[in-house]
């Protein structure tokens, strides 16, 4: 299968905005001091950033302004991957910086957070009140004797507590690790018990579709199954008394202490964030203070183009590293907005709401959110006030065609729309947003700076305009240091660089196209594989679901053990909608027209519903296992589905089959 750039951008940024851009001063003052290409645009700064890697990251270091407490040696020490060492001799702290507008008299007031529920009506946290509660907070941790390189956990929602806690957290030098309270208590402990907290932040209960969910007895549960805590620090986000033994969240922030930084190594922990376990305990991912400071400076800063004045919306979890890259938006001066809620109550256009009242300028969302309003009937444009919005970006799977299209034909017609692919490895990006270059349907803008983002062959060489394996051929500053309980860093290893040694496999099918735009495919895990040809669960997804019947599917490639190659297609339907054969045959005729005719599924079968992982995505391989005849309790973490029972049903199919 091939790609070809699409000739016709469906947005192109005007002259005036790509002079303002902040990626466009950045280029111009690097030209100046640091040799990089004066014209060429972003092409020619992309080349540059990546064959000069360390003078690229060096600049980014001096043009934000990196408050390095002891200087570094060299920017890049040694490159190989796994085990590359940047800045080697500094030191510094991530939340010194995330909290440096707190010291500009003219922004200390203004809000760093603003804070949304489900009755949509926005509270705001200044940088002068953040700063206050995370002093007072990180001196409680010391006195409760919380060292650098302690774990301190969150069992919180996206509310201003946990941002306050983790800044807390890393201005101490201790790691922050955190779960969404949706997460069951299994779920949790698979995580926490690998890295052992010290702290537990917890909160009775919260609120999500219009319903209170009391989720003291999960507490209750965490801390009799986590000996390793010394102290617990209960939130009353549902009213409740602190149970015994916890401290209070308001006596824990009461003191007006200016917050006391930790100046750690760069490659000091930051946070542990977790694969999504599906077969397997988590993958508990270390990443640096000093990696994702440089990382998510050039992110923010430069490829999503935030600063002062910005208001900065995702729709997250704690659970996911979007909430991580979310908070980060800090290090730019810029207004958070943290909700907490379903994304969409009371109506599916929730989150259009919720950008209006906050006037968020940069709004991010999930492809899948966007898909469920075009199906919906939704219309932002019309129904609400979006004209702060200057992006919105999509993230969790590709954004299909139809929702480049939509977003343009009812959010606005000079919308930047940013559709961009990375993971939780890095908890960053790989490719998407670019302000200065414009958006063709169905691709992401460009691989981001300092990456070098290939696609390879199963022999490693390069390919332009042909499917391969989304690689990194150099190191990037937030790669994980490590995974936690990985003395030997095996599991590391074979996680990323068991197939092109020395070089990040990440384990998407992407194309590159001949402009430098990238199309993911989905994983290379769960690759469908007929007669020889390649291609993607997504491609399959994309087309299936323009459908109106079809609510979502999920596609399956089992090789047989007579040599034979079975492609089921599963498919869960809107309301009222019947697989009869019509149906059946508009879905196989739409996979030959627009896909190939080697991928028309052999079978397609109804089902009660797609399972997800607890953060949302598909899941393939799991189900493929099960349809292989695993037994469930072995292809699966039973913590880590949304709904478990749904694969009880693909276990009954494999059963029928045997």
């Known amino acids: 299968m091939t790609t070809a750039a699409n000739p ?104 760093a957070l603003l804070h949304v529920d489900e009755t949509h009506d926005p509270v705001p946290t200044s940088w002068t009140e953040l700063r206050r509660q995370v002093g007072a907070l990180a001196a409680e941790l010391r006195a409760l004797g919380v060292r650098p390189g302690d774990r301190v956990s969150g069992y919180l929602p996206n509310i201003p507590e ?90 824990v922030t009461a003191g007006d202490t200016a917050p006391v930084y930790e100046h750690v190594p760069f490659d000091h922990p930051l946070w542990v964030l977790y694969s999504s376990g599906t077969t397997g305990l988590p993958k508990a991912i270390v990443q640096s203070q000093g990696g994702i400071l440089l990382e998510h400076y050039k992110q923010l800063g430069l490829h999503c183009d935030l600063g002062p004045g910005d208001r900065f919306f995702w729709y997250t979890s704690t659970g996911w590293m979007m909430w991580n890259f979310l908070v980060s938006g800090l290090l730019t001066g810029t207004t958070v907005v943290l909700y907490d809620g379903s994304p969409g109550h009371p109506t599916t256009g929730a989150q259009w709401k919720i950008a209006e009242r906050t006037g968020a300028t940069l709004f991010g969302t999930s492809a899948a959110y966007v898909m469920a309003c075009a199906k919906a009937g939704v219309h932002p444009a019309r129904d609400y006030d979006l004209s702060r919005i200057g992006c919105v970006a999509t993230t969790g799977s590709p954004l299909p065609p139809d929702g480049f299209r939509w977003l343009h034909d009812e959010v606005a017609d000079n919308l930047w729309i940013a559709s961009v692919s990375g993971g939780t490895d890095v908890c960053s990006c790989f490719a998407g947003a670019v302000p200065t270059l414009p958006v063709h349907i169905g691709e992401l803008q460009a691989a981001c700076l300092g990456t070098d983002l290939q696609s390879w062959d199963p022999e490693g060489a390069p390919l332009v305009g042909e499917v391969g394996e989304l690689v990194v051929t150099n190191p990037m500053p937030s790669m994980p240091i490590r995974f936690w309980n990985d003395p030997d860093g095996s599991r590391y290893h074979d996680s990323y ?10 384990g998407d099918w992407i194309t590159i196209t001949d402009t430098g735009s990238v199309v993911i495919h989905g994983r290379s895990d769960s690759t469908l594989n007929r007669q020889g040809v390649r291609m993607g669960s997504a491609d399959i997804y994309e087309a299936v679901e323009r459908l109106p019947e079809i609510r979502e599917s999920l596609v399956i490639g089992l090789e047989q053990p007579d040599g034979g190659y079975w492609m089921p297609l599963f498919v869960h339907l809107t309301e009222g909608t019947a697989l009869d054969d019509g149906l059946r045959d508009r879905i196989k005729r739409t996979i030959r027209e627009q896909l190939s005719p080697r991928h028309v599924p052999d079978e397609i079968i109804e089902v009660p519903g797609v399972p997800h992982t607890l953060t949302g995505k598909r899941i393939e391989v799991p189900v493929k296992r099960l349809l292989q005849g695993t037994p469930l309790d072995k292809a699966v973490n039973p913590g880590s589905v949304d709904n478990l029972e749904l694969l009880r049903f693909y276990e009954d199919i494999a059963r029928k089959r045997a």
């Open 497 to 506: 660089f068991d197939v092109y040694p020395g070089v990040w496999r990440h």
């Open 8 to 111: 016709a951008p469906l947005w192109q940024p005007d002259s005036d905005r790509i002079a303002a851009a902040r990626v466009t001063r950045f280029q111009t003052w690097a030209a100046e001091h640091h040799g990089a290409p004066a014209d060429g645009g972003y092409t020619a700064l992309h080349r540059w950033s990546v064959d000069e890697l360390e003078t690229f990251w060096g600049a980014v270091a001096e043009w934000f302004d990196i408050r390095f407490a002891t200087p570094y040696s060299r920017v890049l020490a040694d490159r190989s991957m796994p085990g590359a060492q940047w800045f080697p001799g500094a030191t510094l702290n991530y939340a010194e910086h995330a909290l440096r507008t707190a010291d500009d008299p003219e922004r200390a007031h203004e809000p």
């Open 162 to 251: 946990a941002v306050t806690a983790l800044l807390a957290t890393a201005a101490v030098g201790a790691v922050w690790t955190s779960c969404a309270p949706d997460f069951g208590a299994r779920s949790v402990l698979d995580r926490f018990q690998q890295v052992e907290p010290v702290v537990l932040f917890t909160v009775d209960g919260y609120r999500y579709g219009g319903k209170e969910h009391d989720r003291t007895a999960t507490v209750t549960e965490l801390r009799a199954e986590l000996p390793s805590l010394r102290a617990v620090v209960h939130i009353p986000l549902l009213g409740t008394p602190a149970p015994e033994g916890a401290l209070d969240w308001s006596a």
